[in-house]
C-alpha cells in the first residue's frame, strides 16, 4: 500500500492556490456541488497526514488537504508561525476556493487553528473535528521534545532522525506507507527554504509565545460549531483528561477515544475514523 494506491480510486488534483500573497499546495478531490470540507496536518505536517481519509470523503464533500501557512510547499514568510496567522491564511484559503463555509478537520495544530476559527468567525466554520488537538496547555518537556526531534529531523542527513520524528505519531509503526511518508518528509525537511523557516513553524514550542496563543476555556467556550473531539490513549504529547477537558469546554461536544491508537488517529486508525467522521459530518450538513 502506498499514497498513490490510497488515492487511486478517486479523481483529485494536486493544486497550488493564490491565497493573497502566499501560494497554497492543495490536494483538491471533489464533487462540485459537495459541501467543502478542509484537513488541518499537525506541527510542521503536510498534507499528506490525510491520504487514508480523502477517498472515503471525496464521494460526498469537496476535500481539501492543504500545508498551512510556511508549511510543505505552501509559501513562507518570514514571521513567527501564530494561531492569527495561520487563521487568516486559512480564511484566504477559503475565499481562493469560493468556500463560504467549511467543515473544518484539524489535527494537533491544525486543532488549534480550526478552534481559533471558529471561535473568531462562526459564520465561516460549519463543524468541526479536532483529532489530538494541541494549544490548551504549556508543558515545556513535550515542547522541547518536540523541538528536538524536528531539529534532528531537519538539519540532519541521516534520514533515521525523520523516521524517528515520525514514529512518534504512531502508536504502532505502520512500516510501509510509514517508509514513504518518511521519505516525503525527508524531502520537505531538506529543502532550503523549510530549512530557513523552521524557527517560525517552532514558534508556538516557546513558552511566552504559546501563551499569548493559547486556546483558553473562555475561547473555547464561544465555539458554536458541532464538535467533535478525537483521541488516541496513546497519544504521547497529552493524555486522555486533556481531552476530556477540551469536549467539557467547548458547549456540546461529543468525545471519542481510540485504543492503541497515538498522535494521528485519522490515520493509525482510519478504518475507525472514516465512517465517525462521515456520521458526524452527516448530522452537522448545512444543507
Not at 528536538?148 to 502508536?171: C, Q
Not at 483528561?241 to 486508525?269: S, V, Y
Amino acid at each position: 500500500m502506498s499514497i498513490w494506491t490510497e488515492l487511486s480510486g478517486i479523481d483529485y488534483r494536486h493544486a497550488y492556490v493564490k491565497t493573497g500573497d502566499i501560494t497554497t499546495r492543495a490536494l483538491q478531490a471533489s464533487p462540485e456541488d459537495g459541501e467543502h470540507v478542509v484537513f488541518l496536518h499537525g506541527t510542521t505536517g503536510h498534507l499528506e497526514a490525510f491520504v487514508r481519509n480523502i477517498p472515503a470523503h471525496a464521494e460526498r464533500y469537496r476535500c481539501h488537504s492543504i500545508d498551512m501557512l510556511g508549511h510543505g510547499y505552501t509559501g513562507k514568510p518570514d514571521r513567527p508561525g501564530e494561531i492569527p496567522a495561520y487563521v487568516e491564511h486559512l480564511l484566504a484559503y477559503l475565499d481562493a476556493v469560493g468556500a463560504e463555509r467549511a467543515h473544518l478537520v484539524g489535527e494537533s495544530l491544525g486543532g488549534w487553528v480550526a478552534s481559533w476559527a471558529a471561535s473568531e468567525h462562526p459564520d465561516r466554520v460549519a463543524s468541526l473535528q479536532l483529532l489530538c488537538m494541541g494549544g490548551t496547555k504549556v508543558n515545556p518537556a513535550v515542547m522541547e521534545r518536540l523541538k528536538k526531534s524536528t531539529r534532528s529531523a531537519s538539519l540532519e542527513d541521516d534520514i533515521s532522525f525523520t523516521r524517528d520524528r515520525l514514529r512518534l505519531l504512531w502508536a504502532d509503526w505502520d512500516e510501509e506507507l510509514g517508509e514513504e511518508l518518511t521519505r516525503i518528509r525527508y524531502e520537505i525537511y531538506h529543502h532550503p527554504d523549510f530549512q530557513r523557516n523552521l524557527h517560525n513553524l517552532l514558534a508556538l514550542q516557546e513558552t511566552e509565545t504559546r501563551e499569548r496563543n493559547l486556546l483558553r476555556p473562555d475561547r473555547m467556550a464561544r465555539i458554536k460549531a458541532p464538535t467533535l473531539v478525537v483521541w488516541g490513549n496513546k497519544n504521547p504529547f497529552g493524555d486522555v483528561p486533556e481531552a476530556e477537558a477540551i469536549a467539557t469546554a467547548i458547549p456540546g461536544a461529543r468525545l471519542e477515544i481510540f485504543n492503541e491508537c497515538g498522535h494521528w488517529p485519522q490515520h493509525e486508525k482510519a478504518d475507525l475514523y472514516n465512517p465517525l467522521s462521515l456520521e458526524f459530518l452527516a448530522a452537522s450538513s448545512t444543507t
